[in-house]
């Protein structure tokens, strides 16, 4: 069984900055894609980003290109979302997700591919 606990929320200002961390435990955590998604009050999950198996290969959504930089620690079992630049509009729980398909294979945005999921982390940024 895969268990993801993440940590690093907060209320900040706009323009602030937040690191996300997301450890996990389980199966071998090298061999999981990772996402990281956030859902706001009556919004649908989005997906923000995700992360290969050893790091070397990233994917964003367009809305936070630029602004936020994920990354891992395959030694610690931990995934991190640097979040800078933060908005009023980045206001939402956050949630990281393992994702458990052959190595090799393409990231995915889609929540649905995603296996195992975190109880999310509460992101809040005023204006």
């Known amino acids: 069984q895969v268990q993801l606990v993440e940590s690093g929320g907060g209320l900040v200002q706009a323009g602030d900055s937040l690191r996300l961390s997301c450890e996990a435990s389980?199966?071998?955590?090298?061999?999981?894609?990772m996402g990281w998604f956030s859902q706001a009050p009556g919004k649908e999950r989005e997906f923000v980003a995700a992360?290969?198996?050893?790091?070397?290969?990233?994917d964003y959504a367009d809305s936070v290109k630029g602004r936020f930089t994920v990354s891992r620690d395959n030694a610690k079992n931990t995934v991190y979302l640097q979040m800078n630049s933060l908005k009023p509009e980045d206001t939402a729980v956050y949630y990281c997700?393992?994702?458990?398909?052959?190595?090799?294979?393409?990231?995915?945005?889609?929540?649905?591919?995603?296996?195992?999921w975190g109880q999310g982390t509460q992101v809040t940024v005023s204006s």
């Open positions: 997700a393992a994702d458990l398909r052959p190595y090799g294979s393409s990231l995915t945005a889609s929540a649905e591919e995603y296996s195992y």
């Open positions: 389980g199966r071998a955590f090298s061999s999981w894609v």
């Open positions: 992360i290969s198996w050893g790091g070397g290969i990233t």
